[in-house]
């Protein structure tokens, strides 16, 4: 390399599952060679389903069209603010004003660097939950700021310990992540949550923001930030249509809140692309039409797939919330678990049982650690997988325990 990579890149590695899938690829090429079968990948959270056939309708129909091919505004099309708002007073019961209080983005990933730059200096500090999705930690550290993580905790129902934030040196904390419902763990919100996290946020001048893209799965009462007293004043939102609407590689996402301060986000996302392209955000607002009994087919079957993992990990021997939401099921591994013995006692007990499965079963589910300290002794499963492959999986792990 002719010359030296930005110094804030070195606080940062290629993504986990970047690197992991690319481990994935060469044991399988070993595996095929030696006629074994692929691994099974229950690791990534990529929904495996179709979108609303009238989404796809909408944008092969408007991709055909000669005027569609342009740039586009940077804040959107009007139907597509426009469905965000009513998808939101409709199911979140949360009013927004299409014009000034939603801005859409690339997925919502990409709302998570834009927020970080909009409104992080350098030496500015960031809460970040303990386990935690790692991109917020990421982008932290690439716009230079102190990360202060917060720890969530199974005997608390992985919901933040206030009394224990209070407590915290607060002073420089521009900005708190939250996500609720919770990736890893699956723990859900509640009003009283958004009351308390609006409340400190106001008390401490700190701008919560929380991301909120499974807020459909497994979850019959879908709740917003935003819905708080006093939210709009110090809150933002993320948004997706990827796990609500099996559109993950549409990438069409969205971030809400106050007028001020989403024109301080689209301040940085203007220099940073030239628009949506006008057939997906048209696709999008087929989408966010649909009716309650699409998210009754799609928790129907992501209901079967909980079922399915919940037996693995009765057969592995974690233990696990049985009503947990989204799209993943989040296990705990005991010291005495079997599936230790033989593994290197330097690693957390997840990574052991996780490298155990990958290597002799030829399974692979993500362990807990890479969402944070707090995750050391817990495995994750992704449900964005059919029954029977999980069936498939489940009688895998089984042959090694026998053994």
């Not at 409104?119 to 982008?139: C, N, Q």
């Not at 989204?326 to 997840?350: H, Q, S």
Request: hydrophobic share 40%; proline share 6%; aromatic share 8%.
């Amino acid at each position: 390399m002719i010359i030296k990579p930005a110094q804030r890149t070195q606080s940062v590695k290629e993504y986990y599952f970047s690197r992991k899938l690319k481990e994935i690829d060469s044991l399988n090429s070993g595996r095929k060679a030696a006629g074994a079968d692929k691994i099974v990948n229950l690791g990534i959270g990529a929904p495996d389903g179709m979108p609303p056939a009238q989404a796809i309708k909408a944008l092969t129909d408007s991709a055909a069209l000669s005027g569609n091919h342009a740039y586009q505004s940077y804040i959107g099309i009007p139907e597509l603010r426009e469905a965000f708002a009513s998808w939101y007073g409709r199911y979140y019961k949360t009013d927004l004003d299409p014009e000034t209080e939603i801005q859409p983005l690339v997925g919502s990933k990409e709302g998570i660097l834009l927020i970080s730059l909009a409104f992080v200096d350098k030496g500015d500090k960031v809460l970040v939950p303990d386990p935690g999705y790692p991109t917020y930690s990421s982008a932290s550290k690439l716009v230079e700021a102190e990360i202060v993580t917060y720890d969530l905790k199974e005997e608390n129902h992985w919901l933040p310990d206030f009394e224990a934030l209070e407590k915290q040196d607060l002073s420089g904390v521009k900005i708190m992540w939250t996500n609720y419902p919770h990736m890893p763990t699956g723990a859900k919100a509640t009003p009283e949550l958004y009351q308390r996290l609006a409340d400190f946020g106001n008390r401490h001048n700190i701008l919560i923001v929380n991301d909120n893209p499974y807020s459909f799965i497994l979850n019959d009462n879908p709740l917003s930030l935003l819905a708080a007293d006093g939210a709009k004043k110090c809150c933002l939102e993320l948004n997706s249509l990827s796990k609500a609407y099996n559109m993950s590689g549409w990438r069409i996402g969205m971030a809400a809140g106050s007028s001020e301060l989403i024109s301080q986000v689209l301040k940085v996302k203007s220099q940073m692309d030239s628009g949506m392209f006008k057939p997906l955000q048209l696709a999008a607002v087929e989408a966010l039409s649909m009716e309650p009994e699409w998210f009754a087919s799609l928790n129907a079957e992501y209901s079967l797939r909980r079922a399915a993992a919940g037996k693995i990990f009765d057969a592995i021997g974690a233990a696990y919330d049985k009503e947990s939401c989204g799209m993943f099921l989040w296990g705990r591994i005991d010291n005495d678990n079997p599936l230790l013995e033989g593994t290197d006692p330097a690693k957390c007990p997840g990574e052991r049982v996780s490298d155990n499965i990958l290597y002799n079963a030829g399974v692979f589910i993500t362990p807990g650690l890479i969402f944070g300290k707090n995750g050391n002794d817990y495995i994750r499963i992704s449900l964005c997988a059919p029954v029977d492959v999980l069936e498939d999986a489940g009688r895998k792990i089984e042959k090694i325990l026998k053994k």
